[in-house]
């Protein structure tokens, strides 16, 4: 595996790229700072069906199954430009609050709970994670990392969309959201917030 190369600093967002055996597609880390409290940007991550909003080229996205507040299963409709097929994960979703109460959030694909649908691609791989790192006051740092396989024959220019434009527009709609003023109020009571 590579070191981190910085491939984009925009708009207060920084995207770092890296070779990664399990993929043919470069590994992506998306790097920036939010004026939102823990609560607010897990909120974000749990509204699943929400995610067409803010999310890169996501169709559709629908909650499978919840065990407990810190683990769900996901379902994720892609649409990918013409002439590929759309493609499709499933993802088994873990949080975890650590100590220094920094929020990690991993997404791992697995091949179960939804059937494959005709026409669409399963994705082979999905690891992605979100972590939350709080700062002084409702500043929080937040990292995207995420590793896919597309599946078939993919040609470098719609690679080339999943490596930079998808998790550096994902990212930042996803911060242009939270920040609004209706997530001010969100409090959950199973997250610690460091600054509350």
Request: proline residues 5%; glycine residues 2%.
């Amino acid at each position: 595996m590579s070191n981190w190369e910085e491939i984009k600093d925009k708009d207060g967002l920084k995207v770092f790229s890296r070779s990664n055996p399990k993929s043919n597609i470069n590994e992506v880390k998306v790097i920036t700072t939010m004026n939102a409290s823990l609560s607010a940007l897990v909120y974000m991550v749990k509204r699943v069906e929400k995610q067409p909003d803010w999310a890169y080229s996501t169709a559709k996205a629908y909650v499978v199954r919840v065990y407990n507040n810190f683990h769900w299963v996901t379902y994720t409709l892609s649409d990918v430009p013409w002439p590929l097929s759309d493609r499709d994960c499933v993802t088994d979703v873990k949080m975890v609050q650590h100590p220094d109460s920094s929020i990690t959030i991993s997404s791992v694909s697995i091949d179960s709970l939804v059937d494959e649908v005709d026409g669409v691609v399963r994705l082979p791989m999905v690891k992605a994670t979100w972590t939350f790192i709080p700062m002084e006051k409702r500043k929080t740092k937040v990292v995207f990392q995420i590793l896919v396989k597309l599946g078939g024959m993919v040609p470098a220019w719609i690679a080339n969309l999943f490596i930079e434009d998808g998790p550096f527009t994902t990212v930042k709609n996803f911060r242009a959201e939270v920040q609004k003023e209706y997530y001010k109020s969100i409090h959950y009571d199973f997250i610690k917030e460091k600054n509350r």
